[in-house]
C-alpha cells in the first residue's frame, strides 16, 4: 500500500511563498510521475502542477504558470510545490497524486491511482 503524506501548508498573505512537501511510502516513487492538484470550497479538484519520474519534464496549469514551481528529489521520495507571489484564489486544499508512466493525460484525475490526504493553503487579501 503506498501513503502519500502532504505538509507546508498554512495561512499567509498575498504575495507571500509556501513551499509543500509530499513524501511517499514504498521503494518505486521514482518510477512514477507525479502531480499536485488543488479543490477550493465549493469546486471542482484542479490540476496544478505535474512533473514526469525522472524531472526532466514539468506541467502547469495556466494559473499557476510562473509562480509555482514542481520538483522532486527520488533518494527521499519527495516531490515539492514551491509557491510564490500567491493569491487569494490559490486557496484550497492542495493533494500529491501518484500515476503510472503508462498514463499521459497528465490533467486527468483518473490517471492517477494514489492520493494524499491534503494539506490546507489560505492566503488572505
Known amino acids: 500500500q503506498v501513503q502519500l503524506v502532504e505538509s507546508g501548508g498554512g495561512l499567509v498573505q498575498a504575495g507571500d511563498s509556501l513551499r509543500l512537501s509530499c513524501v511517499a511510502s514504498g521503494r518505486t516513487f521514482s518510477s512514477y510521475n507525479m502531480g499536485w492538484f488543488r479543490q477550493a470550497p465549493g469546486k471542482e479538484r484542479e490540476f496544478v502542477a505535474a512533473?514526469?519520474?525522472?524531472?526532466?519534464?514539468?506541467y502547469y496549469a495556466d494559473s499557476v504558470k510562473g509562480r509555482f514551481t514542481i520538483s522532486r528529489e527520488n533518494a527521499k521520495n519527495t516531490v515539492y510545490l514551491q509557491m510564490n507571489s500567491l493569491k487569494p484564489e490559490d486557496t484550497a486544499v492542495y493533494y500529491c497524486?501518484?500515476?503510472?508512466?503508462?498514463?499521459?493525460?497528465?490533467?486527468?484525475?483518473?490517471?492517477?491511482?494514489?492520493w494524499g490526504q491534503g494539506t490546507q493553503v489560505t492566503v488572505s487579501s
Open positions: 497524486a501518484r500515476r503510472p508512466i503508462y498514463y499521459s493525460d497528465y490533467r486527468r484525475l483518473s490517471q492517477y491511482d494514489y
Open positions: 512533473i514526469t519520474w525522472s524531472g526532466d519534464n514539468t
